[in-house]
């Protein structure tokens, strides 16, 4: 979607015009005005007060509707400003309503963007009122991170959802939910793993054509290395030259919580780590969806003018994704083999939002008699809105009905291209079984493709 292009005139709903978003202000003065702000929130609430079609996406909008029917009023207007920040904090910036269901997204002139004005009104809220200092300081993921690799067995065993005094403590300390469960470190890290990756093999189908910059994320760096290894492991079978590039975490725990400036800084610092590699012919993948997400879409509105952030954009793919563009392109290499087993595959919604088609169920159905079950509707989790006990409620509530449906499947394995994601839905889809049946084992797309390899 273009970011810069102006709104098309007299647009309406059912216009055929292609959807676009506007450059985030947030070097604009007026985007922190909180009077500002609620003035755009009280057009927009009313829009969707008179619409209504994204009742069941998440639960920013029961809250919002809610609100309106029980007040004095039966409208917005009866809503009270102070309780505005009840429909922003239930928002996890999934993007759904965007990409699926507003009929007033721009070009329309209605000129409705609504996770991108909850941005705004967090971003307004956190300069006013300071942020959350739990919330910000789990979002401090390469910190985390290397300060949990010396101790990870420790950090582990107190994180745990069995050890009950310990995540008792914990919840009463930090707001951390004693039932969430939370990602596991590792002493050696998908940088240790991968300081001498496999070589690109020969015979493979894109030697000597391709090679890949493999931004890990922090997710897959610190909480789940076997995936970059596995993804390195399938990008060798292909003929593709890796190299590890991890310069730092995307920001997109910075973004939730509203510091775009943040988000701006990480921007321009891993960008200028990256861009050289671009121009020595690498391609940017990406291994979890937020931070694809993040570097094709949200750092090219944070920083429209910046072209070395617009050449990022460009280059970069997702792991699935670029998969299924070396079969298109390339041909992939033999020895696929079918796999005993059925997968659910949960597309995440910031995979959805990138507007590029369900890849990861593509490639897993090149898996030869694939049995693919896909699941298109939220989680739930949202970062740290599944974890901290204060919002973990709608976290649940708007993930069970995903839950069910994955229940209802029976699959063996269940894959999401968020790894949050997987990690809430295992959960809750186990309170879906009935007892004694086991919950499906959990793996991430490219992990099942490297099986599929005998990687």
Not at 379 to 384: A, D, F, I
Request: charged share 25%.
């Amino acid at each position: 979607m273009a970011a810069d292009k102006p709104p098309a005139a007299g647009s309406r709903e059912g216009s055929l015009d292609a959807p676009f978003r506007h450059p985030i202000a947030w070097q604009d003065p007026d985007f922190y005005d909180l009077a500002s702000v609620e003035k755009e929130l009280e057009r927009v609430f009313d829009i969707c007060h008179g619409c209504r079609r994204c009742f069941n996406l998440c639960d920013s909008f029961p809250r919002l509707f809610d609100m309106v029917d029980e007040g004095p009023t039966g409208e917005v207007d009866g809503i009270p400003k102070e309780d505005y920040a009840k429909v922003t904090e239930a928002c996890t910036l999934c993007d759904m309503c965007f990409m699926t269901k507003c009929p007033y997204v721009p070009p329309h002139e209605w000129n409705v963007d609504f996770p991108h004005l909850m941005l705004r009104h967090r971003a307004a809220m956190r300069k006013a009122e300071g942020g959350e200092f739990v919330r910000e300081q789990l979002g401090r993921t390469d910190r985390n991170g290397r300060l949990a690799k010396p101790v990870a067995g420790l950090a582990n065993w107190l994180s745990d959802v069995d050890n009950k005094p310990a995540r008792a403590a914990i919840e009463k300390a930090t707001g951390i939910d004693r039932e969430a469960i939370l990602p596991k470190f590792h002493r050696k890290t998908a940088e240790d793993r991968l300081k001498k990756p496999p070589a690109p093999d020969p015979a493979g189908p894109a030697f000597g054509k391709r090679k890949v910059a493999l931004y890990a994320t922090c997710f897959a760096d610190y909480n789940t290395p076997d995936v970059a290894v596995a993804a390195v492991s399938v990008l060798a079978r292909q003929g593709v030259e890796s190299r590890f590039a991890y310069p730092a975490c995307c920001g997109m725990p910075q973004l939730e919580a509203g510091d775009i400036a943040a988000v701006a800084k990480r921007a321009g610092e891993v960008t200028a780590e990256l861009l050289p590699l671009v121009e020595q012919g690498y391609d940017i993948v990406a291994l979890t969806a937020s931070c694809g997400l993040m570097l094709k879409f949200e750092w090219p509105l944070i920083l429209p003018r910046n072209e070395a952030v617009k050449r990022i954009a460009a280059a970069t793919r997702d792991i699935s994704e670029y998969v299924v563009e070396l079969s298109r392109d390339h041909g992939l290499a033999p020895g696929l083999q079918s796999l005993p087993a059925t997968v659910t595959l949960h597309h995440a919604c910031h995979a959805r939002a990138q507007n590029m088609g369900a890849k990861s169920a593509q490639m897993l159905r090149l898996i030869p008699d694939a049995t693919i079950e896909l699941i298109e509707r939220c989680s739930g989790h949202g970062g740290t809105f599944g974890v901290m006990k204060e919002t973990r409620p709608a976290a649940v509530k708007v993930g069970k009905p995903t839950a069910r449906q994955i229940a209802k499947k029976e699959g063996d394995v269940l894959c999401s291209d968020c790894p949050l994601a997987c990690k809430h839905l295992g959960q809750l889809v186990s309170a879906e079984l009935p007892e004694g049946k086991a919950a499906p084992r959990q793996a991430s797309p490219i992990e099942i493709f490297a099986r599929a390899y005998g990687l």
